[in-house]
């Protein structure tokens, strides 16, 4: 199971990124605006044309997105979609092909209580770690920041820290 785990890591934690959102506010005494991060969170890699996966909540109200691929490379990003009911986001990058690893997409309607799932992430503003857990529940809903139900969630005892958010389980 150890050697397992491992090699999932290593195939698939190239494809996670980091992402940035920064805000633009006003400064109501001088009325300037000044740009100032807003959150981080997680992504990954969907394909080799530059679509990164997150979860909507991370990029709200971002007046810029910047994606750290695993090389360190940063990119500006742009979002080409989103679906806040379902907290999900599709953003953009111009990166070199070779630099874009994405990530294998699993069936989730295989899922049974009680298989290994492992999460990466960046929590904390730290890169590319790992938590592994089971799957402890299925078919769960919870309220999306929009107040409208998301349902057929996974629920997971891998740890999800600040900033894991986005990335891939």
């Known amino acids: 199971l150890e050697q397992r785990t491992i090699r999932v890591f290593e195939a698939c934690s190239p494809g996670v990124v980091a992402v940035a959102n920064r805000a633009m506010v006003q400064d109501w005494f001088s009325l300037r605006v000044y740009e100032v991060p807003q959150g981080t969170g997680t992504g990954f890699v969907w394909d080799r044309k530059g679509h990164i996966i997150t979860n909507y909540h991370v990029i709200h109200e971002a007046s810029e ?34 630099a874009l690893v994405p990530i294998p997409v699993g069936v989730s309607r295989t899922l049974r209580v009680g298989q290994t799932v492992l999460a990466i992430g960046n929590p904390f503003g730290l890169d590319t770690s790992l938590s592994v857990g089971i799957v402890s529940a299925l078919g769960r809903t919870m309220e999306a920041m929009t107040g409208r139900s998301i349902r057929e969630v996974i629920q997971t005892d891998a740890a999800i820290n600040p900033g894991n958010s986005g990335g891939p389980l």
């Open 65 to 98: 997105i910047q994606v750290t691929l695993r090389d360190g490379t940063i990119h500006e990003a742009r979002v080409v979609g989103v679906d806040p009911d379902h907290d999900l986001a599709v953003l953009r990058i111009d990166a070199p092909e070779a």
